[in-house]
């Protein structure tokens, strides 16, 4: 069910800019502050202020209402996300920066891990107090909020079906799974990742958002970043007293008290607030191993077209695409780690992983675009390392990928373009900077034999997960099964920095259900 911001909920989402005229936001003790507004900050915040407790959620990125929201990839792009990269600009690491967080720039798909993925976590943390088990009541909750709908095949466009053909002729038809996603209906224009112009995606701000809102205990500051947890060690723990906050850009900060701080602002910038804590227990192993679950995209030419030339309306190009990522293909996903979709393509995207072509070729290729599809590939990835660290305040992913995850992408551009090759393909172009010419099956040997890292794959992460893992003990994990930091009596981690290992598909309902268990656990210890 879509929820509108009503004009009086927007009452109570304050830029930090216009701080001046609302003092009462800096004077006020709240019982909680919520760093982080995408699937892990507004999930907590909803859960908090419905049971009754005042809260603060800071998000660094600006309120988009949704009548600004337009077709333009390109300007949703710029105004919902920005990048991050790995050190040495190896990897783009893409974030949401604007109220909603992720959720905004997010595909829409909702996924549970699989078994073997709950059984690691296990393994990695020694607890068993979060599982597929203790998390499902969790699951219905969000499901329900969030309108996850199962897709039927009736809603298959031809890059799902080019999906569905690859898992037949790949020998693996039952590995083919009908995907949830969090909406109730879709117009099939396939814009998900910059928002929905038709605003039939569900997202925070249709959703947890105005729940919280609506119960008066939710104040909501834009434009602000959490630079730092303030408080002291008392009686050998260390209790926050508030968070040190500043308009975006700006430097000088201000600190707003409250009685609890829960960090959700993903594995990337949670990790970052923390390290950037004076004093901050056990600083040593926060931020460490942080796992990216990369993706890329394979590209094929066809001789049909895979896509619709969409209409001219109020002076805008909007694309008729169809339903996009019905099916998630897992066959590979347990033994070789990684899976794949088909994804939404768009011009700017085919024109730059083609780059390498000569001229004529580059514009033969661009020429045919409605005969093209693209696959997203999603690796789950163990890298050999990965460790926020801060570089004069800044946040930076030092990360060097293992040889299992090469060989990962190896395997997964053999068989992708096996696949593709065999229902039809008339070429298939890889996400390396120096692409192999893959015209027919003998041209799959090639594959076997290149020599690769991430400097040479054109790849990026959305999926970005660790660094505040939860554990048995200080020596497993940053929090416990409950999201408390270890060494602190009221810091909490409520986001995909929790997980121990990468999810293995996508992440965000899994993020949703751990921040309500979070939540959850501090409504009761505060009743």
Same mark, same amino acid.
């Not at 009548?67 to 050190?87: A, K, P």
């Not at 993706?295 to 309306?313: C, K, N, S, W, Y």
């Not at 995909?496 to 268990?517: C, D, E, K, Q, Y």
């Given at each position: 069910?879509?929820?509108?911001? =009503?004009?009086?909920?927007?009452?109570?989402?304050?830029?930090?800019?216009?701080?001046?005229?609302?003092?009462?936001?800096? =004077?006020?003790?709240?019982?909680?502050?919520?760093?982080?507004?995408?699937?892990?900050?507004a999930v907590a915040a909803a859960t908090l202020t419905q049971a009754g407790l005042k809260v603060l959620l800071v998000e660094k990125g600006?309120?988009?209402?949704?009548?600004?929201?337009?077709?333009?990839?390109?300007?949703?792009?710029?105004?919902?996300?920005?990048?991050?990269?790995?050190?040495?600009?190896? =990897?783009?690491?893409?974030?949401g920066?604007?109220?909603?967080?992720?959720?905004?720039?997010?595909?829409?798909?909702?996924?549970?891990?699989?078994?073997?993925?709950?059984?690691?976590?296990?393994?990695?943390?020694?607890?068993a107090d979060i599982n597929a088990e203790t998390l499902e009541p969790h699951y219905r909750h969000i499901a329900e909020i969030m309108s996850v709908t199962r897709q039927t095949p009736l809603l298959e466009n031809r890059p799902n079906a080019v999906v569905r053909e690859m898992a037949a002729a790949l020998g693996k038809p039952d590995d083919l799974v009908l995907v949830n996603r969090y909406t109730g209906g879709c117009a099939g224009i396939g814009l998900c990742n910059f928002g929905c112009g038709v605003d039939l995606k569900g997202n925070?701000?249709?959703?947890?958002?105005?729940?919280?809102?609506?119960?008066?205990?939710?104040?909501?500051?834009?434009?602000?970043?959490?630079k730092s947890v303030v408080g002291e060690e008392v009686k050998g723990s260390w209790t926050a007293s508030g968070v040190a906050v500043s308009a975006r850009d700006a430097v000088k900060t201000t600190v707003i008290n409250a009685r609890r701080l829960i960090v959700a602002a993903g594995a990337f910038f949670s990790s970052a607030v923390l390290l950037r804590s004076p004093k901050f227990p056990n600083r040593q192993s926060i931020g460490q191993k942080v796992y990216l679950q990369?993706?890329?995209?394979?590209?094929?030419?066809?001789?049909?077209?895979?896509?619709?030339?969409?209409?001219?309306?109020?002076?805008q190009y909007i694309p008729h695409n169809g339903v996009p990522a019905i099916y998630n293909f897992l066959g590979y996903l347990k033994e070789h780690h990684f899976w794949w979709l088909a994804s939404i393509l768009y011009p700017a995207s085919l024109a730059s992983f083609v780059s390498h072509l000569p001229p004529h070729e580059h514009f033969e290729i661009m020429r045919q675009f409605h005969s093209t599809m693209s696959l997203t590939i999603t690796v789950k990835d163990d890298p050999a390392k990965s460790r926020i660290v801060l570089?004069?305040?800044?946040?930076?992913?030092?990360?060097?990928?293992?040889?299992?995850?090469?060989?990962?992408?190896?395997?997964?551009?053999?068989?992708?373009?096996?696949?593709?090759?065999?229902?039809?393909?008339?070429?298939?172009?890889?996400?390396?900077?120096?692409?192999p010419v893959i015209e027919k099956p003998s041209d799959l040997e090639t594959i076997e034999k290149l020599k690769f890292t991430y400097n040479d794959l054109i790849s990026y992460s959305d999926h970005t997960s660790g660094g505040n893992q939860f554990g048995i003990d200080a020596r497993r994990g940053v929090t416990d099964s409950s999201g408390l930091v270890?060494?602190?009596?009221?810091?909490?981690?409520?986001?995909?920095?929790?997980?121990? =290992?990468?999810?293995?598909?996508?992440?965000?309902?899994?993020?949703?259900?751990?921040?309500?268990?979070?939540?959850?656990?501090?409504?009761?210890?505060?009743s």
């Open positions: 069910m879509i929820r509108q911001l =009503t004009s009086e909920h927007r009452r109570h989402i304050i830029s930090a800019r216009d701080l001046s005229n609302h003092r009462q936001v800096l =004077t006020n003790v709240y019982d909680a502050c919520v760093i982080g507004s995408g699937p892990g900050g600006p309120f988009i209402p949704q009548e600004q929201i337009n077709f333009r990839v390109l300007d949703m792009s710029n105004r919902f996300g920005h990048v991050e990269t790995t050190s040495g600009y190896r =990897t783009v690491l893409y974030q920066s604007a109220l909603g967080g992720s959720s905004m720039v997010f595909g829409a798909v909702a996924m549970k891990p699989k078994q073997f993925v709950f059984d690691e976590w296990l393994a990695k943390s020694g607890t925070m701000s249709n959703s947890f958002l105005p729940l919280a809102l609506a119960t008066g205990n939710l104040t909501v500051l834009t434009d602000c970043e959490a990369p993706h890329a995209q394979v590209f094929a030419l066809f001789d049909e077209p895979m896509t619709t030339r969409g209409e001219i309306l109020d002076g570089k004069d305040g800044r946040a930076q992913l030092d990360f060097q990928e293992s040889k299992r995850d090469i060989e990962s992408f190896r395997r997964c551009f053999s068989v992708a373009a096996k696949g593709l090759l065999a229902v039809g393909a008339r070429r298939v172009f890889l996400p390396l900077l120096r692409p270890f060494g602190t009596t009221n810091v909490y981690a409520a986001d995909s920095s929790l997980f121990p =290992t990468a999810p293995g598909v996508n992440p965000s309902w899994t993020i949703m259900a751990l921040a309500r268990h979070v939540a959850k656990g501090i409504v009761n210890r505060a």
